[in-house]
């Protein structure tokens, strides 16, 4: 399947926005990048790295924010709708920081009930309808806006506002340094079931006015994302992919909110109980989910009720209508 390459001068200003960034940030020192890559394992991705804290960033998701940048290193990307049938991205990111994310927008309600199995995590957003920011500062989070932390934050002179918004992961930490370090939100890792699953090539999800694709590949043994039809990639022209899709059934009603514009914000329960699909290893396997409590993380298992382990990599969370 071709890959979209990004070219021009719009992908130019954002890569070298990014390197300066990167020139900008401090470097490692080796015993923590050892300590990284040999203490444990990630408890997002089942991949080696120790507990670093928790930066959740909302990602802009209609066409003219595409490609997007930094997404293809977030250890756990959740899909959501939002208003008009729209979507947007939650991305998690924890043991891996690359120097650009965008670009940003605004958060909702569902985020807040979502992040809080993450403890206390910093929530990277541009801004929220007025009647939630109250309830915004009284959730458990660590709010990261441009007007918090003006130098966690760049416009690409490339696109036009809204969708040029890019933020500095490590700079927004360091703006919520007690953010809580990554912690168990009950994914598994390890081998596939031996018996249940069935081979698939391609699945999708629809929303009323968005839809995701995810096609296997038995080459790179990563699931290739497409959105709205197209293949989607980074601005550096990397192709989107997972190791594990978890396209999770739950309600989506409305809230009490709206949108500038006078649209009803959907919001999307992800605590109780349901059914999901568990894409791996070019297989797609059902699953039971349950999450008794926001502070939980979410559990999936077989319909026999053993626990289903994802493949060790990004995982990309789909929340579809039931």
Known sequence: MRVNRVGGAGGRALALLAAAVLVALPACDSDGEAKRKTDGRSTFTGEPAVPRPVLAVKIDNVA??????????????????????LSRILAIFSSDLPPL???VRSARESDLDLLRQFGR????????????????????LFPVTPGRAPDAFLRSPDRAAPHNLYVRPAAALRAAPDASDAKD??????????????????ETVRYPAARFGFSWS????????????????????KRLSAATVVIQHVDIRDSRFRDRLGSV????????????EVLRDGKSYPARWVRPDA??????????????????????VVYAPR
């Open 101 to 103: 994310v965008g670009p």
């Open 64 to 85: 003219p924010a595409r490609p997007q940048t930094g997404v293809d290193r977030a250890d756990v990307v959740y899909v959501e709708r939002v208003e008009a049938g």
């Open 265 to 276: 914000s959907p919001f999307t329960e992800t605590t109780g109980s349901g059914t999901a």
């Open 185 to 202: 939100i009950g994914f598994h890792f390890g081998a596939a079931p031996a018996s249940g699953g069935e081979p698939v090539r391609q």
């Open 121 to 140: 995590p910093a929530l990277a957003y541009s801004g929220v309808q007025s009647k939630l920011q109250p309830v915004i500062d009284g959730a458990p």
């Open 295 to 316: 502070e939980d993380g979410t559990e999936f298992t077989t319909p026999d009720g053993d626990e289903l382990n994802f493949a060790r990599g990004q995982v990309w």
């Open 218 to 237: 038995g080459e790179q043994k990563r699931w290739l994302v497409s959105m709205d039809g197209t293949p989607a990639a980074t601005t550096d022209g």
